[in-house]
């Protein structure tokens, strides 16, 4: 395989997730030239995804004149990435130990750096966004799924088994939506795909299985009351994993991802106000924010990985 180009510009990033796939030519200094996304098919299975996710990789490629040097991708963990290896993430399914990094460097002949959604979005952040300047912060998914992200001291951090950030299978509840394997999980109740299934659960009339979590933010803008009352459910999941993480890594910052940037009108004044009265007033003030890129934010982050990739000792 070829080596990394520590001094190439331009990239392939890819962001893999249970929903959606984008994939995007740009460069390690967080430009987007060109980009196209697909459904990911998840719920098919391994297989099928691939299938998608390959076919849409060599369009993008075969589309672009300009020289690529490596791909970089961003995707939902756990992830070994050191191995390149996906390792089960619950929003796809049949992904057991696949060699991403493997097929997609037999695919294209491109080196490629594999990362974690959480890992990488901090990151972005890091390089691109509202924590340019701050040394220790948590950035947090917040889409169909939960992961956190963070640097200290200004490192980013990994954990034994390179598994740091997995908070979405807490049990933060007795009860609710089975999601990442457990009942009562906080990514059941502070995720998309918890917002959606809450809302089945409340009315699978008004909100049949398969609802977007988008439909019952709308509806809540909207004055409906179960919708209302999911969303409630939602900030206040949120605020309270968020209060937890606060008082465990005393960060200077929490950043929310996706559903911070598209529902902060809804969420973020009673994420602040739980996180407020539930943390030690000694890691206080620390502010909730969304992310600073906005829509831009999923395809940043595996342009930041490879931005990383240059920097002696920020990936391995």
């Given at each position: 395989?070829?080596?990394?180009?520590?001094?190439?510009?331009?990239?392939?990033?890819?962001?893999?997730?249970?929903?959606?796939?984008?994939?995007?030519?740009?460069?390690?200094?967080?430009?987007?030239?060109?980009?196209?996304?697909?459904?990911?098919?998840?719920?098919e299975g391994f297989e099928r995804a691939w299938e998608v996710i390959a076919d849409l990789t060599g369009r993008v490629l075969a589309q672009n004149n300009e020289q690529i040097s490596s791909?970089?991708?961003?995707?939902?963990?756990?992830?070994?990435?050191?191995?390149?290896?996906?390792?089960?993430?619950?929003?796809?399914?049949?992904?057991?130990?696949?060699?991403?990094?493997?097929?997609?460097?037999?695919?294209?002949?491109?080196?490629?750096?594999?990362?974690?959604?959480?890992?990488?979005g901090a990151l972005a952040e890091h390089y691109f966004g509202v924590a340019k300047s701050v040394r220790n912060f948590v950035f947090l998914t917040v889409g169909t799924g939960i992961g956190?992200?963070?640097?200290?001291?200004?490192?980013?951090?990994?954990?034994?088994?390179?598994?740091?950030?997995?908070?979405?299978?807490?049990?933060?509840?007795?009860?609710?939506?089975?999601?990442?394997?457990?009942?009562?999980?906080?990514?059941?109740?502070?995720?998309?795909?918890?917002?959606?299934?809450?809302?089945?659960?409340?009315?699978?009339?008004?909100f049949p299985a398969g609802t977007g979590a988008n439909v019952v933010f709308n509806a809540a803008r909207a004055g409906d009351a179960t919708a209302q009352k999911v969303v409630g459910r939602?900030?206040?999941?949120?605020?309270?994993?968020?209060?937890?993480?606060?008082?465990?890594?005393?960060?200077?910052?929490?950043?929310?991802?996706?559903?911070?940037?598209?529902?902060?009108?809804?969420?973020?004044?009673?994420?602040?106000?739980?996180?407020?009265?539930?943390?030690?007033?000694?890691?206080?003030?620390?502010?909730?924010?969304?992310?600073?890129?906005?829509?831009?934010?999923?395809?940043?982050?595996?342009?930041?990985?490879?931005?990383?990739?240059?920097?002696?000792?920020?990936?391995?």
């Amino acid at each position: 395989m070829p080596d990394w180009q520590p001094n190439a510009h331009v990239v392939l990033a890819l962001d893999i997730g249970g929903t959606k796939t984008t994939a995007a030519i740009g460069t390690v200094d967080g430009e987007i030239l060109s980009q196209e996304t697909v459904d990911t098919r998840a719920k098919e299975g391994f297989e099928r995804a691939w299938e998608v996710i390959a076919d849409l990789t060599g369009r993008v490629l075969a589309q672009n004149n300009e020289q690529i040097s490596s791909i970089a991708v961003s995707i939902g963990g756990p992830v070994d990435a050191s191995a390149g290896m996906i390792l089960s993430p619950p929003n796809l399914p049949g992904w057991d130990e696949i060699p991403l990094k493997k097929l997609l460097e037999e695919k294209f002949n491109l080196s490629t750096e594999i990362e974690h959604d959480a890992k990488a979005g901090a990151l972005a952040e890091h390089y691109f966004g509202v924590a340019k300047s701050v040394r220790n912060f948590v950035f947090l998914t917040v889409g169909t799924g939960i992961g956190a992200g963070a640097l200290i001291d200004g490192r980013l951090a990994r954990g034994n088994r390179d598994n740091f950030g997995e908070v979405g299978h807490w049990r933060l509840a007795d009860s609710g939506p089975a999601l990442y394997g457990k009942p009562g999980s906080w990514e059941g109740t502070a995720s998309g795909a918890g917002v959606s299934a809450m809302a089945t659960e409340a009315d699978s009339v008004k909100f049949p299985a398969g609802t977007g979590a988008n439909v019952v933010f709308n509806a809540a803008r909207a004055g409906d009351a179960t919708a209302q009352k999911v969303v409630g459910r939602f900030s206040e999941s949120l605020g309270r994993g968020v209060a937890l993480i606060v008082d465990l890594m005393a960060p200077e910052l929490i950043v929310l991802g996706s559903l911070g940037v598209r529902t902060g009108d809804l969420i973020l004044e009673k994420v602040q106000s739980i996180v407020n009265e539930e943390s030690s007033s000694r890691n206080l003030p620390c502010p909730v924010v969304p992310s600073g890129l906005g829509e831009d934010l999923g395809i940043l982050a595996p342009l930041a990985v490879a931005k990383a990739r240059k920097i002696e000792g920020m990936l391995p």
